[in-house]
């Protein structure tokens, strides 16, 4: 099915452990994003890549890092994982602004 | 700072009545707003949008309207069905910034 996949769907993690979220799109878009939900904030933006090549940080980008490995796909880096990070991390895609972002199915984290 | 607010957490509406979801902003930057609907273990997934320069959009149960002079905008779903429930969040953007969410409202249709 066309859209965006993310991968794992669930981790849990030890204090200090790093691991990387995969997402790829296969619909040509050009900008992607990985947003994270908690309880009572809504989806807040951690960095997104307007075009390949380009990432910007987002609203909460602290403990994170990112990587545009090519059109498909953009990752997110966890080097030293610590509880604050425990969330559901969305990845999506987006192409023109009047359909808004496609999103994944999510990546549910628990930092123990 | 929380430019988009939703500030009813959750809302329960009998099956076949209607559901008015609420949302305000504080930017008035933004030009162009969108609804998500999304269900648990899924992510959200696009319902309906509207740009600045209408009060209103129509799409089958769904309709969004929006007053710019108060800075809201509402969902109303009509009649509301019970794979309706889900968590609703309104988000918004101007320009080609990246979209704000606000933080969800939970709907729960009673059958």
């Known amino acids: 099915n066309a859209g965006v996949t993310q991968t794992p769907k669930f981790q849990v993690l030890k204090t200090g452990q790093s691991m990387t979220l995969q997402c790829a799109q296969d619909?040509?878009?050009?900008?992607m994003y990985w947003y994270r939900q908690d309880p009572g904030m809504g989806l807040r933006l951690i960095y997104y890549s307007a075009s390949e090549g380009t990432t910007d940080k987002g609203e909460v980008p602290n403990g994170y890092n990112v990587s545009r490995l090519n059109k498909r796909e953009f990752s997110l880096r966890l080097e030293s994982a610590a509880p604050s990070q425990t969330s559901v991390y969305f990845c999506a895609s987006s192409e023109t602004r009047s359909y808004g972002y496609t999103f994944g199915s999510g990546t549910r984290l628990t930092v123990v | 700072d929380q430019q988009v607010k939703q500030n009813s957490p959750s809302l329960s509406v009998q099956e076949g009545r209607i559901s008015i979801l609420n949302c305000d902003y504080t930017n008035s930057m933004f030009d162009y707003f969108l609804w998500y609907k999304k269900y648990p273990a899924e992510g959200p997934t696009f319902l309906i949008s509207i740009s600045s320069i209408k009060d209103k959009n129509e799409d089958g149960r769904f309709t969004v309207f929006l007053n710019k002079s108060a800075k809201h905008l509402s969902l109303h779903i009509v009649p509301s069905q019970p794979g309706d429930s889900a968590v609703y969040f309104c988000?918004?953007?101007?320009?080609?910034?990246?979209?704000?969410f606000g933080t969800g409202t939970r709907l729960t249709i009673i059958p």
């Open positions: 619909m040509n878009h050009n900008s």
């Open positions: 988000a918004a953007l101007f320009g080609n910034e990246k979209l704000t």
